[in-house]
């Protein structure tokens, strides 16, 4: 369980904190979201899929067909791939809101990068330079979302999300994965012109296209899943380049925040 409080000086004046080292934070998501800005580089690497959220949808990394799993992080805690969903680089932090509607930065009291080592939260004159930057990250993150959301309510509204059929295997048999959609191809272009105008001037064809494209990585997420059950078998880490199996330290070049 997380503990999220909002980061004050009374509280926190003296309290420092340590960058992650490890996307352990990231391993249990099935599903991460996606701003449309992240969407051009997200597609080229990771299925983009679209989920609900707050009555309508947003897209989404889709990082497993098990809930509970996500393949793209190693059992040694390494991101694997060379893009990182931006929800993910500000931890232990998250942008929170006052009942005015001001942003507020919080963390997670429980992610054990916060206390007595590390850089400071608080300078004399307020929060930290690098403090500002994190606040700064997230707060332009939820503008993106917010925007993100408009547009594929635009897509929504001309019926082009649609569920994604995927399935899994299981013990139990093959079973349908709930609660991921896709673009219809076949709606997107069969669109009026009226509606084609409407999709694309809100954004929406750039945000359609890169859904589709990124189907494409279902099959290096299966490849993916074979490494996290290999290696929970044999009970070792991945990449393991000595002995001939698969190597994937080209990829690891995410492991601080950027922002």
């Known amino acids: 369980?997380?503990?999220?409080?909002?980061?004050?000086?009374?509280?926190?004046?003296?309290?420092?904190?340590t960058r992650y080292e490890s996307y352990e934070h990231a391993a249990k998501d099935a599903v991460a979201p996606l701003t449309a800005q992240e969407l051009?580089?997200?597609s080229k690497v990771m299925p983009v899929c679209?989920?609900?959220?707050?009555?309508?949808?947003?897209?989404?990394?889709?990082?497993?067909?098990?809930?509970?799993l996500?393949?793209?992080?190693?059992?040694?805690?390494r991101?694997?791939?060379?893009?990182?969903?931006?929800?993910?680089?500000?931890?232990?932090?998250?942008?929170?809101?006052?009942?005015?509607?001001?942003?507020?930065l919080c963390a997670d009291m429980d992610s054990g990068?916060?206390?007595?080592?590390?850089?400071?939260?608080?300078?004399?004159?307020?929060?930290?330079?690098?403090?500002k930057g994190?606040?700064?990250?997230l707060q332009a993150v939820q503008q993106n979302s917010e925007q993100t959301k408009i547009v594929c309510n635009i897509l929504a509204e001309n019926d082009l999300i649609q569920p994604w059929p995927l399935t899994v295997k299981t013990d139990e048999g093959e079973q349908q994965v709930e609660g991921i959609y896709r673009i219809d191809e076949a709606a997107l272009n069969t669109l009026t012109a009226e509606s084609l105008a409407e999709v694309r001037?809100?954004?929406?064809?750039?945000?359609?296209?890169?859904?589709?494209?990124?189907?494409?990585?279902?099959?290096?997420?299966?490849?993916?899943?074979?490494?996290?059950?290999?290696?929970?078998?044999?009970?070792?880490?991945?990449?393991?380049?000595?002995?001939?199996?698969l190597d994937l330290e080209f990829l690891n070049d995410s492991g601080t925040i950027k922002f």
């Open 201 to 245: 001037d809100a954004g929406g064809l750039a945000i359609a296209y890169c859904q589709l494209l990124s189907m494409q990585n279902l099959g290096a997420m299966q490849a993916f899943a074979k490494l996290h059950s290999d290696a929970q078998a044999q009970m070792s880490a991945i990449p393991q380049s000595d002995d001939g199996e």
């Open 50 to 68: 679209f989920i609900k959220s707050d009555g309508g949808y947003i897209p989404a990394a889709l990082q497993s067909l098990i809930a509970g």
């Open 134 to 137: 994190v606040l700064g990250f």
């Open 79 to 104: 991101w694997m791939l060379p893009y990182t969903p931006a929800c993910y680089r500000a931890y232990p932090f998250v942008l929170g809101r006052t009942e005015s509607g001001e942003s507020l």
């Open 1 to 17: 369980m997380s503990d999220i409080r909002a980061i004050t000086r009374t509280e926190h004046g003296n309290v420092k904190w």
């Open 70 to 77: 996500n393949l793209f992080v190693a059992p040694n805690g």
């Open 40 to 42: 051009p580089k997200a």
């Open 113 to 131: 990068l916060l206390g007595e080592e590390g850089e400071p939260l608080f300078e004399e004159d307020g929060p930290s330079e690098a403090v």
